[in-house]
């Protein structure tokens, strides 16, 4: 599925520029070291944190975005990082269960 379908479909909030990408799957965590070892290439990550270090793990992982829930306000810092490293960071009002309920509903599973 395409990232901005998903945007769209799910009324996503896109706080960096928004690049053309696949997405395979979702992995949910707000713990870094759990993301680097466990998140795949093309996964949407559904976290709460906000903090600059996401960019860098979204990076390694080269994940599709990262998804920060719970309607988080992200700090400038992190969206210019993303924006500097194509790091696409999305926002979203609702819960991570709900975001990953509304994920499941239109096709994509955690992996």
Same mark, same amino acid.
């Given at each position: 599925?395409? @990232?901005?379908?998903? +945007?769209? %479909? $799910?009324?996503?909030?896109? @706080?960096?520029?928004?690049?053309? %990408?696949?997405? #395979?799957? +979702?992995?949910?965590?707000? $713990? @870094?070291?759990?993301?680097?070892?466990?998140? &795949?290439?093309?996964?949407?990550?559904?976290? /709460? #944190?906000? =903090?600059?270090? *996401?960019?860098?793990?979204?990076? !390694?992982?080269? /994940?599709?975005?990262?998804?920060?829930? =719970?309607?988080?306000?992200?700090?400038?810092?992190? *969206?210019?990082?993303?924006?500097?490293? =194509?790091? /696409? *960071? @999305?926002?979203?009002?609702?819960? *991570?269960?709900?975001?990953?309920? %509304? !994920?499941?509903? /239109?096709?994509?599973? &955690? #992996?």
């Amino acid at each position: 599925m395409k @990232l901005q379908e998903i +945007v769209k %479909k $799910l009324d996503l909030q896109v @706080l960096t520029k928004l690049e053309e %990408k696949d997405v #395979q799957g +979702v992995f949910i965590s707000d $713990l @870094l070291s759990d993301v680097m070892t466990s998140a &795949s290439a093309g996964d949407l990550w559904l976290t /709460v #944190q906000t =903090h600059h270090n *996401i960019i860098a793990v979204a990076n !390694l992982v080269n /994940v599709a975005a990262v998804v920060v829930t =719970h309607g988080k306000k992200v700090p400038e810092e992190t *969206i210019a990082l993303g924006n500097r490293y =194509h790091v /696409v *960071i @999305l926002s979203s009002a609702g819960s *991570i269960f709900d975001t990953a309920a %509304k !994920l499941n509903a /239109v096709g994509l599973k &955690s #992996q």
